[in-house]
């Protein structure tokens, strides 16, 4: 059974820094993909970094510049490095692929960040 756990939210101040990580577990087959996307409070979610399996990684603008999305192949990790936070990157964050098997997303739980003084 896949499974997705994210980890690293909290509260940080503007100017400050998280790392979030996603767990993955239970996946047997490529994943061509891997996303973070994020949800404030009584908004949709939205997408916000993706790497590819085959080479390169897409932002959002707002984000562009103060995030990287990484991923670690051998311990089954995907990384959002975000600096320079900002009030409006408050939301929970979901790590998320699409799986060829059930032809749907794979969220996991999220994780909340809070940017605030």
């Known amino acids: 059974q896949v499974q997705l756990v994210e980890s690293g939210g909290g509260w940080v101040q503007p100017g400050g820094s998280l790392r979030l990580s996603c767990a993955s577990s239970?996946?047997?087959?490529?994943?061509?993909?891997w996303y973070w996307y994020r949800q404030p409070a009584g908004s949709q979610r939205d997408w916000v970094a993706q790497?590819?399996?085959?080479?390169?990684?897409l932002y959002k603008d707002s984000v562009e510049g103060r995030f990287t999305i990484s991923r670690d192949n051998v311990n089954n990790m995907v990384y959002l490095e975000m600096n320079n936070l900002i009030p409006e990157d408050t939301a929970v964050y979901y790590c998320?692929?699409?799986?060829?098997?059930?032809?749907?997303?794979?969220w996991g739980q999220g994780t909340q960040v809070t940017v605030s003084t």
């Open positions: 998320t692929f699409y799986s060829p098997r059930t032809r749907t997303h794979e």
């Open positions: 239970g996946i047997d087959f490529s994943v061509p993909a």
């Open positions: 790497w590819y399996a085959s080479g390169g990684t």
